[in-house]
């Protein structure tokens, strides 16, 4: 299993996994049969809108996956995958620059997100803990090792479907004049929004477009969170589902009533925030957070 899997995964209108061809058809449909053929596509994205197009390579190795199906995956080689990935980026590269009207920026990266403890000291990270998990991250961590070994000789910056392939020692970085268009499971990734110009996630599986104002949605339990303004500090206490845990609810109870009364939106200021904080009743965390801010 394995070779066959992977040749038999889920796609749709594209020959890519499904999660990433739904993504990608808010851009514009393929050829091939739809998955869904009553599926709606919501959003029109337009990448006249953006100088450049960021994709999370770990992002389309976990589509892959799923794609494939958990039991499947019983047995796949990393090299097989590995070899899979490079097929879809080439797909990928096809799409992103058929449908730019101008030249475009496209990057595919990992970010190893090194040194994370410093960066938050106040944080609770998520680990590996199960069987399961543990299979999954080395399969992960193989697979890009050898995706990269594939790539080393391999040059990809043609003229015509031009793209760069970067591993990122820490956390996401771009230049803060780019306007980005971002692919991304990674709520982390989502934070480079506070120095960059432009950032817009393309949701995978549902392919929606959404704008900073929409960030919260990534957060634990976030859909309900629109008070709460998408930055380090809300990250590290309201938690998502890949990197941070959560902080005790009572805390973040405290921290949401204090949205609602000040009215908090994904504009508000770290200085507006210190502010309002002056009247959280637990000190102890009140302390942290002004810390984090």
């Known amino acids: 299993m394995n070779v066959d899997a992977l040749s038999a995964r889920t796609i749709s209108t594209y020959p890519i996994s499904i999660g990433t061809s739904l993504a990608l058809e808010s851009i514009a449909l393929g050829t091939l049969p739809a998955y869904d053929q009553e599926r709606v596509v919501t959003d029109d994205v337009d990448l006249s809108?953006?100088?450049?197009?960021?994709?999370?390579?770990?992002?389309?190795?976990?589509?892959?996956?799923?794609a494939v199906g958990s039991e499947a995956t019983i047995g796949l080689k990393p090299r097989d995958a590995a070899i899979t990935l490079s097929d879809e980026l080439d797909?990928?590269?096809?799409?992103?620059?058929?449908?730019?009207?101008?030249?475009?920026?496209?990057?595919?990266?990992?970010c190893g997100n090194e040194g994370l403890e410093k960066h938050f000291p106040h944080a609770q990270f998520r680990q590996n803990a199960?069987?399961?998990?543990?299979e999954s991250h080395a399969l992960l961590q193989v697979t890009l090792s050898q995706f990269?070994?594939?790539?080393?000789?391999?040059?990809?910056?043609?003229?015509?479907?031009?793209?760069?392939?970067?591993?990122?020692?820490?956390?996401?970085?771009?230049?803060?004049?780019?306007?980005?268009?971002l692919l991304t499971h990674q709520a982390?990734?989502?934070?480079?929004?506070?120095?960059?110009?432009?950032?817009?996630?393309?949701?995978?599986?549902?392919?929606?477009?959404?704008?900073?104002?929409?960030?919260?949605?990534?957060?634990?339990?976030?859909k309900g969170l629109i008070r709460i303004p998408f930055i380090d500090a809300m990250l590290v206490i309201f938690g998502d589902t890949q990197t941070f845990i959560p902080w005790k609810k009572v805390v973040r109870q405290e921290?949401?009533?204090?949205?609602?009364?000040?009215?908090?939106?994904?504009?508000?200021?770290?200085?507006?925030?210190?502010?309002?904080?002056?009247?959280?009743?637990?000190?102890?965390?009140?302390?942290?957070?002004?810390?984090?801010?």
């Open 49 to 66: 809108n953006y100088s450049s197009v960021y994709i999370n390579l770990v992002t389309l190795h976990r589509n892959i996956i799923g």
């Open 91 to 110: 797909v990928i590269r096809e799409i992103i620059h058929a449908n730019a009207r101008e030249p475009l920026k496209l990057v595919f990266y990992v």
């Open 130 to 134: 199960t069987e399961k998990q543990k």
């Open 148 to 181: 990269f070994k594939l790539h080393m000789h391999r040059h990809v910056s043609d003229t015509r479907n031009p793209c760069e392939i970067i591993y990122d020692k820490g956390q996401l970085s771009i230049d803060r004049n780019e306007k980005v268009l």
């Open 188 to 222: 982390i990734d989502l934070l480079v929004h506070q120095k960059v110009h432009t950032v817009d996630l393309l949701e995978s599986h549902t392919g929606v477009l959404k704008p900073v104002s929409m960030f919260h949605t990534k957060l634990h339990e976030g």
């Open 255 to 293: 921290i949401i009533e204090l949205a609602e009364k000040h009215r908090w939106n994904y504009t508000t200021t770290k200085t507006r925030i210190r502010v309002n904080l002056s009247e959280m009743k637990d000190v102890l965390a009140r302390d942290i957070i002004l810390d984090m801010l």
